[in-house]
């Protein structure tokens, strides 16, 4: 966008002057802020009205409205979790039918029912990790894109970005649990195979 200055000169020739519509007061340590504002109340009128906010106030009141507009990101999160445990549990599953015969074999030459759960939930836990690998570099991309571009397009101001290890690591934690949870149902699926049947066609 194009921007013109002019002197303020200029602009109150042309412009009628503007009464100021606000004040900002600033106390000495160890005033009393509530008794300040209470007598600040009582010059109020019918023809002038005042509105005294303290500046703490305004700034709970600014995080508050912050909180209910990113309030919709733990409900993604939620939502990306629980995708997160179906894909894997589709993936797990789509596995274990395709291998199904593979697994048979395995008990058949004396593979015991725990080993071939243990080995489900391990190619769980391989996925989960890679997953976990994967997830943090791209969600600090995610991040900066979101926080550089998308926000400074959508409102014309952006934020400061900071890292937090302990949240990188609860990501990779709970790619790991999901991948996890979801291969509980695949292991009790592969221990309780019956090779017997699966193999009479071979």
């Known amino acids: 966008r194009g921007r013109v200055a002019i002197s303020t000169a200029v602009w109150e020739r042309y412009q ?6 606000g004040a900002g007061i600033f106390l000495h340590a160890g005033a009393d802020a509530a008794a300040v504002r209470a007598q600040l109340r009582q010059l109020a009128t019918p023809d ?6 303290s500046r703490a106030a305004i700034r709970d009141e600014s995080m508050a409205i912050f909180d209910r507009t990113f309030a919709v990101t733990g409900v993604l999160r939620t939502i990306a979790l629980m995708v997160s ?3 894997v549990f589709g993936a797990l599953m789509a596995l274990h039918l395709e291998r199904l015969r593979e697994l ?19 190619q769980s836990a391989l996925m989960g990790a890679v997953a976990a690998l994967a997830c ?6 995610l ?3 979101l926080i550089d571009v998308i926000n400074r ?3 014309g101001w952006t934020l400061e970005q900071s890292l937090q290890p302990d949240v990188l690591v ?21 221990a309780r195979l019956e090779p017997a049947g699966l193999l009479r066609g071979e």
Request: no cysteine; aromatic share 4%.
């Open 85 to 87: 445990v179906v894909a």
């Open 48 to 53: 002038l009205p005042l509105q005294v906010q």
């Open 170 to 190: 609860g990501a990779a934690v709970v790619a790991l649990a999901a991948s996890l949870a979801a291969s509980l149902w695949p292991a009790w699926r592969a």
């Open 136 to 141: 943090v570099p791209l969600g600090l991309v």
């Open 143 to 145: 991040s900066t894109v």
């Open 104 to 122: 048979a074999v395995m008990r058949a030459v004396g593979m015991g029912a725990g080993q071939v759960a243990g080995l489900t939930m391990l």
């Open 16 to 21: 009628p002057p503007l009464a100021p519509r």
């Open 153 to 155: 397009r959508a409102f």
